[in-house]
């Protein structure tokens, strides 16, 4: 079995799969596309959060559980640091 030194995977995407990496193993171009994702990803989420801020409704609350989880799901998952994924990736860019 490989080792790696970051402690999460990333991802490559492929048509109809998605293949988790060592950071180690991802060229420059496969690193800055996971890190543009990464990204977006964030930037819409909080923009979700922000909406859902202008309009508190049920069904706005329940859109953003449906599409995010609800506290109980979310709260029993596995936590993954965002920052130390975020600074493996950019560790890795580095060497590229």
Do not use: W
């Amino acid at each position: 079995m490989s080792t790696s030194h970051y402690h999460l995977p990333t991802e490559i995407k492929e048509p109809n799969k998605i293949n988790f990496v060592h950071m180690e193993c991802c060229s420059a171009h496969e690193i800055k596309k996971n890190l543009l994702t990464y990204a977006q990803n964030q930037i819409k989420y909080y923009q979700d959060i922000i909406d859902l801020i202008k309009n508190t409704d049920m069904k706005k609350i329940r859109d953003f559980e449906m599409k995010y989880g609800m506290y109980e799901e979310v709260s029993q998952g596995i936590p993954i640091d965002r920052e130390t994924y975020v600074a493996g990736l950019i560790s890795e860019l580095k060497k590229n």
